[in-house]
């Protein structure tokens, strides 16, 4: 009977370690989520802004 109760409570703390770690996986890859989201849009706004240049400089709007 010890036997299955010591069994038992080995696998519960396997189970324990295995979710921290998965949740932890999961929290690592939303930051990395996160950080590339933000880099896409700066990067986007980047060439958003330089398209908008782009156009004025052909109409000569660009000139004060």
């Not at 109760?5 to 690592?28: L, M």
């Not at 590339?36 to 052909?58: C, I």
Request: negative net charge; proline residues 0%; glycine residues 8%.
């Amino acid at each position: 009977m010890q036997c299955a109760k010591e069994t038992a409570s080995a696998a519960a703390d396997r189970a324990h370690a295995a979710a921290n770690t998965t949740g932890d996986t999961a929290q690592q890859n939303k930051d990395e989520a996160a950080g590339f989201l933000q880099q896409t849009g700066e990067q986007v706004k980047t060439m958003a802004q330089g398209a908008v240049d782009t156009v004025k400089h052909t109409l000569g709007m660009d000139k004060k």
